[in-house]
């Protein structure tokens, strides 16, 4: 949690150096949400799963590299897209994670049919993907849940309830107030988690992951949580009450979790502060390593955009002046 905090505040600090080409989208507060659910998946069964832009803690739990994704967001051409793409819609089907088409329920369809396929060839590995409050009002997420769960894929669709899909606040846009109840509607097991709470969100996931693997189906997670900041870096927050924020603020996951594990006496808070040193050199290496780096020959635009690269002067760009 601590390294994707700090990794998205280093990207701030590139965004607002303009460093950032595309637009940035924080997870700031859901860290806890990204972070226990991937903890949650066996990595070494082959498990997988689909994130969405608010997801870069899931990420770095299936083995992203920081370096890589600050290559992303600065459009290096060393970065896995080579600087096509510009924040977290990048695969890596050897770490566990595939690359999401759209944050707007598009990927639970495409996660069926990514389980659907362990189905077929009798593997025993599990699918998760994530699904915004707001994507839970798409037709794409209502036709992947019932596939899902009339196949009884072994799937964990996590809903995160972040309380706004851009400015639009949960009450505008669903009559459900309770997400989780979404689960009666296809007739899978659903169950609603505390999703500042890492543990409880590594728990309730766990509990999906093994219903999954021993051929129970799809769960439903709702996680509770908030979006702190506004949907990108560019939205000001100018329709969100203050009081909202700093509600939320006191609920931080990091810190909820940083006093349990000092109560606990699990670590020390000495151990702590050298999380805090070791994630933060981590960075300044990272950081140092990508802006060291180019960005693509602007001749080498199309490469790998067009399965076969056009022969004809296209009607939607022009190939050179006059
Ligand atoms: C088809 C489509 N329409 C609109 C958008 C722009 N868009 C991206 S995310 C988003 C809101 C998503 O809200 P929610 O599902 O609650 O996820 P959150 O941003 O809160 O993580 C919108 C409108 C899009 N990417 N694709
Ligand atoms: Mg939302």
């Known amino acids: 949690m601590r390294l994707t905090r700090t990794l998205e505040e280093r990207l701030t600090n590139l965004y607002r150096q303009g460093r950032v080409v595309g637009g940035l989208f924080r997870s700031l ?15 070494g069964a082959g498990d997988m799963l689909s994130p969405l832009i608010r997801n870069l803690g899931s990420l770095l739990v299936m083995g992203a590299r920081p370096v890589d994704v600050l290559r992303q967001y600065m459009a ?6 080579r600087g096509r793409e510009l924040n977290l819609h990048f695969g890596d089907l050897g770490r566990g994670f595939i690359g999401q088409i759209s944050h707007l329920g598009d990927m ?8 659907l396929t362990f189905r077929l060839r009798g593997e025993r590995r599990v699918g998760l993907v994530y699904v915004g409050d707001g994507a839970m009002s798409t037709g794409a997420f209502h036709e992947g849940m019932n596939f899902a769960a009339v196949r009884r894929l072994p799937l964990v669709v996590i809903a995160e309830n972040n309380g706004y899909a851009y400015s639009t606040t949960l009450e505008r846009q669903t009559a459900v107030a309770q997400l989780a109840r979404k689960g009666l509607a296809y007739g899978v097991e659903a169950e609603r988690a505390d999703g500042n709470d890492v543990v409880a969100v590594y728990e309730a996931t766990r509990r999906a992951v093994g219903r999954a693997r021993e051929g129970d189906g799809v769960t439903l997670i709702e996680l509770l949580t908030y979006r702190r900041k506004g949907h990108a870096e560019h939205d000001d927050q100018h329709y969100v009450p203050r009081e909202e924020l700093a509600a939320w603020q006191a609920r931080d996951p990091i810190d909820r979790y940083a006093a349990r ?6 670590l020390d808070a000495a151990a702590l502060t050298g999380i805090d040193r070791r994630v933060a050199h981590e960075l300044d290496a990272a950081v140092a390593e990508a802006e060291a780096e180019p960005q693509p020959e602007p001749a080498t635009a199309l490469d790998a955009v067009y399965a076969a690269p056009a022969r004809m002067p296209a009607a939607w760009y022009r190939e050179s002046r006059g």
Do not use: H
């Open 29 to 43: 507060g859901q860290e806890a949400d990204s972070v226990g659910s991937a903890y949650a998946l066996d990595r």
């Open 76 to 81: 290096k051409a060393t970065s896995p897209t």
């Open 108 to 115: 639970v369809p495409v996660m069926a049919g990514v389980t």
């Open 261 to 266: 594990v000092v109560e606990e006496g699990w």
